[in-house]
């Protein structure tokens, strides 16, 4: 078993800077790739950013690739994205997961474990 959570969201202005963190507990935190979805009212969750156990290869939906960097940090047990030039859309409850995904890094249904979710907010 694995425990996520996310910490780090907040309310910004467009063009504002957030680090979302994600804490891991239980089972050894380097067993599998993590990755950040976000949902928006009356929407779907949505892919964000993953980044894989091994070689720490990194995968970002279009929307956010070069504005949003994800790390880990295996010795903490945490998992980052950096969020910059935030815009209206990225407003969102933002949730981190983990799993053993086989390469299916923007799949949900792959990850075994969710975060509680933070709410990102980005005000015009």
């Known amino acids: 078993q694995v425990q996520l959570v996310e910490s780090g969201g907040g309310l910004v202005q467009a063009g504002g800077s957030l680090r979302l963190s994600c804490a891991a507990s239980?089972?050894?935190?380097?067993?599998?790739?993590m990755g950040w979805f976000r949902q928006a009212p009356g929407k779907e969750r949505e892919f964000v950013a993953a980044i894989s156990r091994s070689t720490s290869s990194t995968y970002y939906t279009d929307s956010v690739k070069g504005r949003f960097f994800v790390s880990r940090d295996n010795a903490k047990n945490t998992v980052y994205l950096e969020m910059k030039s935030l815009k209206p859309e990225d407003t969102a409850v933002y949730y981190c997961?983990?799993?053993?995904?086989?390469?299916?890094?923007?799949?949900?249904?792959?990850?075994?474990?969710w975060g509680q979710g933070t709410q990102v907010t980005v005000s015009s």
């Open positions: 997961a983990a799993g053993n995904v086989l390469g299916y890094y923007a799949t949900p249904t792959r990850y075994a474990y």
């Open positions: 239980g089972r050894t935190f380097s067993a599998g790739a």
